[in-house]
């Protein structure tokens, strides 16, 4: 059964890190090459934050989190970290995780960019940061 269950929210003050996880159960590892995040804020669109194309490992991370935030996967592959740091209050939101089968990098990234449907999700993890 494809399965991503994120985890590490929390509250954290301006300037400080958190670590997300995700971990990906293996049906979903099998049926998916186009994974990460996105949020979304009270009253806010949903945002993809970042994401990886993981046949190649290219990389899209959102113009408002580049420089601050990275992803990584563990050995295995079966589960997919969000570092973030230098948290700032307007990185508060639900974050999730999300997957989907994409034909190549672009396509990947370009669902992340533009905000599209992934066929996989979360149930979401929330961070607040405080000034």
């Known amino acids: 059964q494809a399965r991503l269950v994120e985890s590490g929210g929390g509250s954290v003050q301006a300037g400080g890190s958190l670590r997300l996880s995700c971990e990906v159960s293996?049906?979903?590892?099998?049926?998916?090459?186009?994974m990460g995040w996105f949020r979304q804020a009270p009253g806010k669109e949903r945002e993809g934050v970042a994401g990886?194309?993981?046949?190649?490992?290219?990389?899209y991370f959102a113009d408002s989190v580049k420089g601050r935030f990275t992803l990584s996967e563990d050995n295995a592959g079966g589960t997919l970290y969000l570092q973030m740091n230098s948290l700032k209050p307007e990185d508060t939101a639900m974050y999730y995780c999300?997957?989907?089968?994409?034909?190549?990098?672009?396509?990947?990234?370009?669902?992340?960019?533009?905000?599209?449907?992934?066929?996989?999700w979360g149930q979401g993890t929330q961070v607040t940061v405080s000034s």
């Open positions: 990886i194309f993981t046949r190649s490992g290219t990389t």
């Open positions: 999300a997957a989907d089968f994409a034909v190549n990098s672009d396509y990947c990234n370009t669902r992340f960019s533009r905000g599209r449907t992934f066929a996989y």
């Open positions: 293996r049906d979903t590892t099998l049926r998916t090459n186009c």
